[in-house]
């Protein structure tokens, strides 16, 4: 997840650039951001601009934006914040204190992570197949001569 990515993380300030190689081994990245200010989509775009300015690679991570606190929110708030979109898709809401969402985002967290581990595994297979025959009975059997040796 990336709470404690501030403005000029990539310059150091912070945990700067500690912060951001951890991000770097991530499979999946969770933007969290506090419901309860009113700079939600402004909050999003630095935490992008820094992982782009660090490592433009960085968002091409399977994602998720993830709006905290909405406990904290008032009720005729919460329309607006569910029409918001980050990286063309809708936020998930949550509360660590009621535990509304939590349930969604371990789910939602936990499909991505296995759609990066399908993608990483289909990636693997092309690149150790690209070039090759590929394997048949015909090739994998062949008989052992003699001194032990393939025909």
Same mark, same amino acid.
């Given at each position: ?13 912070? $945990? ?7 991000? %770097? ?8 951001? @506090?419901?309860?200010? %009113? ?31 909405? @406990? ?8 607006? $914040? ?29 499909? $991505? ?9 289909? %990636? ?13 009975? %015909? ?13």
């Amino acid at each position: 997840d990336i709470p404690g990515l501030i403005e000029g993380a990539h310059l150091g300030r912070g $945990l700067g650039l500690q912060f951001l190689r951890h991000i %770097e081994r991530t499979r999946v990245l969770v933007f969290l951001l @506090d419901a309860t200010r %009113e700079t939600i989509q402004e909050d999003y775009a630095i935490l992008v601009r820094e992982l782009t300015h660090f490592n433009e690679s960085l968002t091409d991570k399977p994602s998720l934006t993830v709006l905290t606190k909405v @406990d904290a929110i008032p009720a005729g708030k919460v329309p607006r $914040l569910r029409k918001l979109r980050f990286a063309s898709s809708k936020p998930l809401m949550i509360s660590a204190v009621t535990g509304e969402g939590i349930d969604t985002l371990v789910r939602t967290m936990w499909k $991505l992570l296995q759609e990066h581990a399908e993608r990483k595994s289909e %990636e693997h297979s092309r690149v150790r197949t690209r070039g090759r025959r590929p394997r048949t009975a %015909e090739t994998t059997s062949r008989k052992r001569r003699p001194g032990g040796g393939r025909q």
